[in-house]
């Protein structure tokens, strides 16, 4: 069973800034693509930022030039550094791992509990 663990979440003012961690642990053969999603109060969960196992990117357009995602694959984590927040960047945000199972080969999807950012005007 793999457990993907967030923090680094809280209150900051807008135009502040918060680095996001999550570290995947259990057994774990190689992990493929990880990402950030978030989901505000009466909205849709909705991709953040994601990364490959080589280090290529994609953003939402909304965080685009504030937002950057990076990794440490020996260390199983994924990172989101948030710059110049704003009150609409207010959500959970949560990670994704797609793990590959190393009987099947297969790619599993895990989440892990989120973490609450809040940034006030």
């Known amino acids: 069973q793999v457990q993907l663990v967030e923090s680094g979440g809280g209150l900051v003012q807008a135009g502040g800034s918060l680095r996001l961690s999550c570290a995947a642990s259990?057994?774990?053969?190689?992990?493929?693509?990880m990402g950030w999603y978030r989901q505000a109060p009466g909205k849709q969960r909705g991709l953040v930022a994601a990364?490959?196992?080589?280090?290529?990117?994609n953003y939402a357009d909304s965080v685009k030039g504030r937002f950057t995602i990076s990794r440490d694959n020996a260390k199983n984590t994924v990172y989101l550094q948030m710059n110049s927040l704003k009150p609409d960047d207010t959500a959970v945000y949560y990670c994704?791992?797609?793990?590959?199972?190393?009987?099947?080969?297969?790619?599993?999807?895990?989440w892990g509990k989120g973490t609450l950012v809040t940034v006030s005007s």
């Open positions: 990364i490959t196992s080589a280090g290529s990117t």
């Open positions: 259990g057994v774990i053969f190689k992990i493929n693509a």
């Open positions: 994704n791992a797609g793990v590959v199972d190393i009987a099947t080969m297969e790619v599993r999807g895990y």
